[in-house]
């Protein structure tokens, strides 16, 4: 069986066994972390209600210290559990809209409820701050009984009972959301023993809680009562006192048997646990004796001792451990989640790395002989990349890595001979562009003494022709008839067009040879230069040059003089017939590029003979028109390209030319010259 087979095959194999697993895990962490999300904030919801039920005990508990003694440090504990309180309802409310958006049912009317319930608070909280006020103002006793028959009562009726039933409520929903969360963790095999443990477990912290809250509702009540009977002495709140008792007594039980039954399930919290049962147990029968003692101060007329004795004892007892347990409680349930979730991680990490030792195992041979191959191959490449084309694999296995090798030697074999083949023709090469360059600078020599010749053994004849023609027409002592003078003028001034195209023709070839000299060029000042010679020449002519200042340009500064001297001068003797003449220089953009154009109101032309425009010797006006050699623009051309540029021309008959062009990459403008509007001309295309 061939490498390639074996791969896929364990490739195969092992995707399917892992597939397998890991979608079975993700499934059912994801149901973990699904019920995790309603549990969480089931917590929050039940510690917010903890919370304001704790808090605000001790906020009545310092109003009535205050209402008592009056003593400042009291007021200030008032305010400070005050603010604790605030913060546990915007706890408590935001964990029932979170709830709420999760779409746990029932919500709606808790979130409403809570609001309710927090709006009865801080209408208690003003009576309070009256009754203090009255305090201040010395009159104590009817603050006492304003308290009584007043705040006391909405205190207890539309804040205190219905926080009780919201805590009720809130466990219940604890209650269900653990037990789900649990039974989902159950869904993972090699921990559902564990998770009917922690469901038992739990049931026994849900009890605890129940009973701890139970706890705290019979001790308040019999608070309550005592002061009612401290402050106004009736049997009833005494009689109401045994009454609560027997509920608190009901409940400090019912946390035996929950602490009973968690301790069986957890040994190493059993001596924990029992231990706050009893401090639960003796700091309630401490609390018992305190009252005792202050009803009997009481039936001797000792009201204000027996509130004193009330104040000044009680807060130690109930920070002891009377009712401090239901947080601890709920910290133990979060810690029972992370041991669960724990526990289901590492075993599943353990079978996720016995499965892949097993696999391991199987492919542990395989993968050597694929390394020993790929280590042979390696080196031979290495060896080769390195430049050494002599080197040969010669892997010998009867695999796909053995006919790997023998084909990447096969190919150095090729790529040996094709170097070879590539060194000879660059040898031949070479010699080439050697003798190629030897005849072209044999050529341009040639050239150039061509060039000298042409302008010397042709202009001299020319010279002297022209010469003796002036010479003849300035001797009077000849006779004058008009044919003579006439045909001797032709001669002259035929010398002087052959002596223009013979300089044309000449510097048509000059422009072709030569390096560029590249420089920052200002065209505008170029321009106002050879506009001012235009001026010069003909005074007597109407005319307007519009020129755009702060062109510049990168390139050859006297090739680029030559082009705006045949481009202006093509545009001024064009326009010669116009009663005012019109020549405007500026610059657009054109498909990213910078576009120099030079305008004039002339006579135009026939753009379907454009394509001869730039023709040597070609001309599209009659010679008679207007005079010139017809090199010009075939100049200006040369000397564009040669920059890297291009340059057309627009126009129609009788409504002027427009001359576009620029320059190559580097002849880039070295500094940014906004186009003018009254020049620019969108319309003008690139051909």
Known sequence: M???????????????????????????????????????????????????????????????????????????????????????????????????????????????????????????????????????AGHQSEAQRLFADQSDRLIEGAVLARIDESLEDGLNEVQDAYLDLLMSAGMIPWIASDALHQIRGTQASIDYLLAVNRLSAGVNKQLKALLDYLFFGAD?????????????????????????????????????????????????????????????????????????????????????????????????????????????????????????????????????????????????????????LDYRINLATPDEFGNLAAQFDTMVDRLQQSRADVERLNRELEQRVIDRTLQLETANRELQSFSYSVSHDLRTPLARISALCQVLLADETLPEPPEIMATLQRIGQSTQEMEQLIQALLSLSQVTSGELNRTAVDLSALVETLAAELRQRQPQRSAEFRIAPGVVVNGDRSLLLVVLANLLGNAWKYSARTGTTLIEFGVVQRAGQRTCFVRDNGVGFDMARAEKLFTPFQRLHETGEFDGTGIGLATVQRIIHRHGGQVWAESAPGQGATFYFFLGNNGAAGTATPSIPAISDPSAQIP
């Open 236 to 388: 009833h709140d005494r009689q109401f006192f045994a009454d609560y008792g027997k509920d608190t007594k009901s409940a400090i039980e019912a946390c035996a048997r929950a602490a009973n039954r968690k301790a069986a399930l957890d040994p190493a919290s059993r001596s924990d646990l029992l231990n706050e049962v009893v401090t639960i147990e003796r700091s309630y029968g401490q609390v018992l004796a305190l009252a005792e003692k202050a009803i009997h101060l009481k039936q001797n007329n000792q009201t204000g001792a027996a509130l004193a004795l009330i104040v000044e004892q009680l807060d130690p007892l109930l920070d002891g451990g009377l009712m401090p347990k239901l947080a601890l409680a709920l910290d133990d349930g979060g810690q029972e989640i992370f041991n669960l979730t724990r526990a289901a991680s590492r075993q599943g990490v353990i079978v996720v790395i016995l499965v892949s030792l097993l696999l391991a195992v199987g492919t542990a041979k395989l993968i050597q002989q694929i390394l020993r191959s790929l280590r042979q191959l390696r080196a031979g490449i290495t060896i080769i990349g390195a430049g050494n």
């Open 2 to 136: 061939s490498i390639k087979g074996k791969l896929i095959g364990l490739v195969l194999l092992m995707s399917l066994v892992f597939a397998m697993l890991a979608g079975y895990l993700l499934w059912a962490s994801w149901k973990i972390r699904h019920q995790v999300g309603y549990f969480v904030p089931a917590i929050s919801y039940l510690r917010g209600i903890a919370d304001v039920r704790a808090n605000l005990t001790r906020q009545v508990k310092e109003a009535t210290d205050y209402l008592v003694m009056g003593e400042a440090g009291d007021r200030a504990g008032f305010a400070h559990f005050g603010r604790l309180t605030r913060q546990s309802f915007e706890l408590w409310e935001g964990s029932a809209r979170q709830q709420k958006a999760l779409g746990v049912e029932g919500e709606g009317e808790d979130l409403a409820k809570a609001e309710t319930i927090r709006a009865s608070y801080d209408l208690w909280e003003e009576q309070i701050h009256h009754l203090f006020s009255l305090v201040d």
